[in-house]
């Protein structure tokens, strides 16, 4: 259900059309899957990046050189497509009045008829914009929900309060930003089950030493912000989902505090974090309104699953399911 939930807003947000209305992003998102999959997926190719051999050899370059084929060709054809559409419009760079309605793609069309980055953008551009969209805008938030609802499931006096707080606020028509424990659930989720576990991978421009260790120029670094998230020098108790540990506290998940980095930090974090966490809010909140939730017949919350699996994302291990229960509001008349 997320995963369904996660490629329909990103297709609506990048194309204007949900998946089920577009023949073209039907055919791309499991090519994206390959792309994860083949990311996530252990290869010798990563201990011998050298060696044009062991790419012949296990298949890794023409499996990924036939996928790049196949997502170029869908991508500009959605391209293609758009320019069609604005240049039968009235206006090329205003095909939608105002800018209301328009897509991701739209937008860089704009960019790109109106020179605004004063450098060369062309479809090739656009196309790895999209792409890193789906790559990075879908997956990353569908499985921080994922998460997010089975801690909830696991820890049922913390789904009463977030539900509490959740249905207080709806009915009284007050805002999202009124939900102060979700906010709290939200981080915590992120503390624990950090979208990325390994951050995009760094290289150093210069050796420098770092806490008495000697990096040398040139080394590749990777962040293991899973493992920062459980150490027990920053958090007290780190594998138990606590969402008070961040009462009265100022770590946020935003770069400022290195403890707490699930998006990176600097200039190179996460660009996408504030559409993720706004869909990552409305979902939640969507579904704790909505539904009672309760696990399958014979599982108690002792006893949930919560076991991971590894790869560019740490997803569960294996599939989340619960019973949603419809919630009646009672007002009073």
């Known amino acids: 259900m997320f995963v369904s939930l996660g490629t329909t807003v ?3 947000v990048a194309f204007g059309k949900a998946r089920k209305d577009d023949h073209q992003v039907e055919l791309l998102l499991p090519l994206i899957d390959q792309i994860m999959e083949t990311l996530g997926g252990f290869s010798l190719v990563d201990l011998f990046p050298s060696s044009k051999l062991v790419g012949l050899l296990t298949g890794a370059h023409s499996s990924l050189r036939k996928v790049h084929a196949a997502v170029d060709v869908i991508l500009e054809a959605i391209i293609s497509d758009h320019a069609a559409r604005r240049s039968t419009s009235s206006s090329a760079t205003n095909s939608k009045k105002d800018g209301d309605g328009e897509d991701v793609v739209d937008v860089l069309l704009s960019i790109k008829e109106n020179n605004d980055l004063g450098i060369p953008f062309t479809n090739e ?3 790895a ?9 879908t997956d990353t938030w569908t ?3 994922e998460w997010a609802m089975s ?6 006096w913390v789904m009463k309060k977030a539900q509490e707080e959740v249905r207080q ?3 009284s028509k007050e ?3 009124q939900l102060p424990y979700l906010q709290l659930v939200v981080k915590e989720t992120f503390r624990l089950h950090p979208p990325g576990p390994l951050l995009v991978p760094r290289e150093s421009r210069e050796t420098v030493e770092i806490d008495g ?4 120029a040139t080394t590749k670094v990777i962040i293991n912000a899973w493992a920062i998230g459980r150490d027990p020098q920053h958090w007290t108790e780190p594998e138990t989902f606590h969402p008070e540990r961040f009462l009265d506290s100022s770590v946020d998940f935003k770069g400022m505090d290195f403890q707490l980095i699930p998006f990176g930090a600097g200039r190179r974090a996460c660009p996408g974090i504030h559409y993720g966490i706004s869909i990552i809010n409305i979902v939640l909140a969507n579904l704790l309104y909505h539904f009672d939730w309760e696990l399958p017949d014979g599982i108690t919350h002792q006893d949930f699953d919560m076991s991971e699996k590894f790869g560019v994302e740490v997803t569960r291990k294996n599939d989340l399911l619960l019973v949603p229960v419809p919630y009646i509001p009672h007002h009073p008349e």
Do not use: R
């Open 213 to 216: 260790y000697q990096i040398p």
């Open 125 to 127: 551009e656009i196309k």
């Open 175 to 177: 805002k999202m930003d």
């Open 129 to 137: 914009l999209i792409l890193q969209i789906f790559l990075g805008g």
């Open 143 to 145: 499985v921080a929900v």
């Open 10 to 12: 990103t297709s609506c």
């Open 151 to 156: 801690e909830l499931m696991k820890n049922p």
């Open 169 to 171: 606020v709806f009915n």
